[in-house]
């Protein structure tokens, strides 16, 4: 995963802590990984491998719950993106559904709000990955 990024990466300690019961999730920063954690229970879910050079921030290297990555590993990866797009960039992107997940409209909008709350405003199956909001030149 990568994300333009022009500066160095900020100090060790909290990169985006939610400010309302409706935020489902905090970020930090802690010697070169990026912990995702849920906020309402401190429960740590991805830690993430980053460095910045060359003004992009790259992720090579995501570790996750080991049920998760057994049932649908690229979910662990399509979620971490679409954290680092919403927490530290402010984006509004879809957030990922698990490939097994059921396509029934009530399902969909109980996952979205308990998994992501007021940042889940809409779900895809698809990998949303390749949305580019940076409008980046090919192969950025």
């Not at 160095?8 to 995702?36: H, T």
């Not at 309402?40 to 990555?69: C, E, F, K, N, Q």
Request: proline share 9%; charged share 25%; aromatic share 12%.
């Amino acid at each position: 995963l990568t994300a333009p990024m022009t500066a160095a990466l900020p100090p060790d300690g909290p990169v985006f802590k939610g400010d309302r019961l409706e935020e489902k999730w905090d970020a930090y920063l802690f010697e070169g990984w990026l912990y995702f954690v849920r906020s309402a229970s401190g429960m740590l879910v991805y830690r993430a491998a980053v460095s910045v050079a060359d003004g992009l921030m790259t992720i090579d290297r995501i570790d996750a719950p080991s049920d998760a990555t057994d049932s649908d590993p690229e979910f662990c990866v399509r979620e971490v993106d679409y954290l680092i797009k919403t927490l530290l960039y402010r984006l509004k992107v879809p957030h990922p559904l698990p490939q097994e997940f059921q396509q029934d409209d009530e399902a969909v909008a109980e996952f979205s709000f308990q998994r992501h709350g007021c940042r889940g405003l809409f779900a895809t199956w698809s990998d949303a990955r390749g949305l580019d909001p940076w409008n980046r030149p090919p192969g950025r």
